[in-house]
Structures are given as C-alpha cells and as structure tokens.
T-cell receptor, first 113, second 112 residues
Framework: DADVTQTPRNRITKTGKRIMLECSQT?????MYWYRQDPGLGLQLIYY???????NKGEISDGYSVSRQAQAKFSLSLESAIPNQTALYFC????????????FGPGTRLTVL | GESVGLHLPTLSVQEGDNSIINCAYS??????FIWYKQESGKGPQFIID?????DKRQGQRVTVLLNKTVKHLSLQIAATQPGDSAVYFC???????????FGAGTQVVVTP
C-alpha cells in the first residue's frame, strides 16, 4: 500500500463550487504539506502543517484553506473554485528529524470549468 | 538546466550514455539541496540529497555535484536507462525547516 494517498485522483468541477482534496499518510510523520503544480512550472507551496495544531500559509495560500484532522490526515479545500486553480495538487509528508526529505502522494488532477 | 516558464528544458539522451542535469539556485544561504524524479502520472520521488558542507555525493548510478561559488547543482546519471525518462527537479532549503524552493524541472527523454 502507498504511504501517502490522495483522493480523488481526478476531479472536474465548475466555477464557484466548493472542493475538498484529501490526503492520508501511514508514514507516521508529523509534517504535512500541500503543493500545486502547473504545467512547465515547479511545485508551489500552498499550506504546511508541523503538527495537528500548527498550520501555516505557504507562498500561494489565497483561495485555499486546510484542515489537519489528525496526524495522518490533511485536507485542502477550495471554497469557491475558479478556472485558474486548474492544476495538479500534491500532498507530501516529512519526518521532523529530516524535514527536507519530503515524500509525495500520487497527486490530484483538478479541472475547474 | 532549470528555468521558469511554460516549456520545460528537455535533455535527450541515448540509452547507455551518461546524463547531466543542471540547476542554478538563487539563495546563497541555502544549506540543503535535493533532487526529485517525477514520472508521468506520479508524484515526485526523492533521489538524492546533499548538504552545503559537501561538494559531491554519490548514490546508486547517480552523483550530485554542488558548486557553491557559482550556485550550481548538477545531477549525473550513469548508464541512462529507459526507466530514467522523467522530469527531474532540484529543490533548495532556504533556511526554514521543511520549506523547499523547487526549480521548474528538466524533462529527460531516453532514446534507444
């Protein structure tokens, strides 16, 4: 079984809809991250969480919110989706002892029409 | 090498040859660098890392070289195989734990 899972893997939605992307991990890591990837660009950090009570904005948090329901679960929400949020979304985890070595999920491809 | 934009740099390599992927980083204060491999339809996968107090590190068929003077990082893949076809990203830690700055990536295409 994969260590970091994301659901759904693909989603098509309409402008204005609320969308939640979910991430679960079995690695036992405290730190979790949400990234966005656009074609031809690197990964951009949306939000990150060092533990259940510690959530921080990344470089492109506007239009997104997150919830850390448990150590193993970190959800990303788009409150009112817009077309320029069409992208690949990745969740990642890391161990506090090696915070820079991040393990990524398979990604969610989101299309906003 | 790395660049920002809609078109990824592409490196075409013949199977069996060595590949060299380059990356220029921006922050002289960065002290940790990682290379990730992303295959089509998958998330990035850790390949190898290097700290700023080193200038070379070797793994299985891969070597990372760090030149802090010119802020340059490279990944060398020996005897490139079809399974090496992927997008390769470099990432730097800009002094804040766990917060990585990723490059745009280089597409490696292995030809028979």
């Amino acid at each position: 079984d994969a260590d970091v899972t994301q659901t759904p893997r693909n989603r098509i939605t309409k402008t204005g809809k609320r969308i939640m992307l979910e991430c679960s991990q079995t690695k036992g890591h405290d730190r979790m991250y949400w990234y966005r990837q656009d074609p031809g660009l690197g990964l951009q950090l949306i939000y990150y969480s060092f533990d259940v009570k510690d959530i921080n904005k990344g470089e492109i948090s506007d239009g997104y919110s997150v919830s850390r329901q448990a150590q193993a679960k970190f959800s990303l929400s788009l409150e009112s989706a817009i077309p320029n949020q069409t992208a690949l979304y990745f969740c990642a985890t890391s161990d506090p002892d090696r915070p820079d070595t991040q393990y990524f999920g398979p990604g969610t491809r989101l299309t906003v029409l | 090498g790395e660049s920002v934009g809609l078109h990824l740099p592409t490196l075409s390599v013949q199977e069996g040859d060595n590949s060299i992927i380059n990356c220029a980083y921006s922050n002289s204060a960065s002290d940790y660098f990682i290379w990730y491999k992303q295959e089509s339809g998958k998330g990035p996968q850790f390949i190898i890392d290097i700290r700023s107090n080193m200038d070379k590190r070797q793994g299985q068929r891969v070597t990372v070289l760090l030149n802090k003077t010119v802020k340059h990082l490279s990944l060398q893949i020996a005897a490139t195989q079809p399974g090496d076809s992927a997008v390769y990203f470099c990432a730097e830690n800009q002094g804040s734990w766990g917060k990585l700055q990723f490059g745009a990536g280089t597409q490696v295409v292995v030809t028979p």
